[in-house]
């Protein structure tokens, strides 16, 4: 019952305060990361990639998933962090990005160091990016998440897998003869 008392009742509002959002947590080098779960499609055991010719260290190669073509981001090398020496938990995580301004989505496999888990964060309870302190570009994390005692950046896959801005890294790179 709604008195004069209390303020009115926004079902929008109370439902955007206690949404539950899921992440996917997971290591690139010594580092934790996260990435909202409703763009990861799977998680694959690092197979045989197709090495592309002149393509800088970020560019993996490409693999065969189900007869789809999928170029596959070494995130660690695409965040600065040096290229992934794959190990037996290393894993491509397959997502569907949002690339270019025609708003549609991109099939792409990341390889990771190896994945954790998937936890749930009321949507409230992210933060925001910190202006300084971050080993990584401040426009590849969409948010800070708290959870378990660790706080773990939520990658912004429409920065980090920009189409413009990989075809500019890519159209600039010269490869050492």
Known sequence: ?????????????????????????????????ALRIDAVR??????RTTPLPL????????MNLRGA???????????????????????????????????????????VDAVYEVFDIPAHELEPVPRLGTR?????I????RARGQTTPELNLDTLLDQAALSALISAYEPVH
Do not use: K, W
């Open 1 to 33: 019952m709604h008195t004069a008392s209390s303020p009115p009742h926004d079902s929008a509002a109370a439902a955007d305060s206690t949404a539950l959002l899921q992440l996917l947590r997971f290591a690139v080098g010594n580092e934790r990361y």
């Open 42 to 47: 799977e998680i694959l055991e690092v197979s």
């Open 55 to 62: 393509m800088p260290a970020f560019v993996r190669g490409v």
């Open 69 to 111: 073509v999928v170029p596959v981001i070494d995130l660690s090398a695409r965040l600065g962090l040096g290229p992934t020496t794959v190990g037996r938990r290393s894993c491509v995580v397959i997502v569907d990005a949002h690339v270019g301004d025609d708003h549609a989505t991109h099939r792409m496999g990341l390889l």
């Open 136 to 140: 990584i570009d401040a426009t590849f």
């Open 142 to 145: 969409r948010s800070m998440a």
